[in-house]
């Protein structure tokens, strides 16, 4: 299978690429960083630029997993018009690639569970409402809509994916990556938002990885979605407490009793779609905060 892996050298895109490696398929990787690869091939492109369809006129591709744009909630807010270009117009740029030059390849799309604001009831599914509550939900939603548009107009195969709280090595942002900077620096308590009764769905980066593949060779691909979870809720305060826990020094937890701007309060997916493909999350949270903290701690 000749696979194209856009965002390739970010948190997801690098792990993508290092399991397609090694299931013996070719790899082509694009993103915006300088980097040469013997491994697969890669090509430097803005997805906003004409470069994208110079890159779908010369290859064609069975499969493109977009793992590109901007992943930050908080600067969605403070630069919204920029994270709309990453998150909505870059996709109408692939899609329409995809349309014009490479038709039959079968397109899967990385969303979000943000695009569920605060769900009403969980576990939240698929068929549950949408209300995002900050930009960047609000533009996964679109450039969900952009997939629909384009499977329904012109016959592109799409399928959407929509994961909850993605952990692992590698991820230098969010919960884990945050903990960890103000536990290095403090001296006896670490401070975080909310009340530490916040909770989340977490899903370690292995097991997302092989919830995409799976999806993309038993997925509905006219424009299906997929809740990417492990159908688990964990509060922050429970997690953060084991996560330190994992560290031969001790702190103090406490929190802001503030709620951070475009913060869910609550989640957990409903995976049986997912799970009617086969798929069944293999690693637990102790064993994922485990290489975590092992990750960080090997840091120079």
């Known amino acids: 299978m000749k696979i194209l892996i856009l965002g390739s050298e970010g948190f997801i895109g690098q792990h993508l690429v ?47 997993i977009n793992a590109a744009g901007s992943g930050n909630v908080g600067y969605s807010i403070s630069f919204p018009v920029s994270d709309f270009e990453s998150n909505v117009y870059a996709v109408s740029k692939v899609l329409d690639s995809l349309r014009v030059h490479n038709p039959s390849c079968k397109y899967v799309h990385i969303s979000s569970a943000a695009v569920y604001g605060n769900p009403k009831k969980l576990p939240v599914n698929e068929h549950d409402g949408i209300n995002p ?9 679109i450039s969900e ?3 629909r548009e384009y499977t329904n107009l012109f016959g592109l195969k799409t399928v959407i994916l929509r994961p909850f709280s993605v952990y692992g090595p590698g991820l230098k942002k969010q919960l884990f990556w945050e903990l960890y900077q103000k536990f290095s620096k403090a001296e006896d308590s670490v401070e975080l938002w909310g009340t530490g009764m916040e909770s989340r769905d977490f899903i370690f980066i292995t097991d997302l990885v092989i919830a995409i593949d799976i999806i993309l060779k038993k997925g509905d691909h006219s424009a299906a979605v997929y809740n990417v979870g492990s159908g ?16 031969r020094r001790k702190v103090q937890l406490t929190f802001n009793q503030q ?29 994922g905060i485990r290489e975590v903290a092992n990750w960080l701690n090997s840091l120079p």
Not at 22 to 48: A, F, N, P
Not at 232 to 247: A, M, N, P, R, V
Request: with cysteine.
């Open 145 to 147: 809509l952009l997939c």
């Open 133 to 141: 509550f900050s930009p960047y939900g609000w533009h996964k939603w």
């Open 259 to 287: 709620v951070r701007p475009g913060d869910p309060l609550n989640w957990r997916a409903d995976i049986s779609r997912l799970e009617q493909l086969g798929f069944t999350p293999s690693y637990s949270l102790e064993n």
């Open 18 to 64: 290092r399991y397609y490696l090694k299931q013996q398929c070719r790899v082509t990787g694009c993103d915006l960083v300088e980097t040469k690869s013997d491994d697969y091939s890669y090509y430097k492109i803005s997805l906003l630029s004409n470069d994208t369809d110079r890159l779908f006129e010369t290859n064609a591709f069975d499969a493109c």
């Open 232 to 247: 688990y809720e964990t509060t922050i305060q429970q997690i953060s407490k084991e996560f330190l826990s994992c560290f």
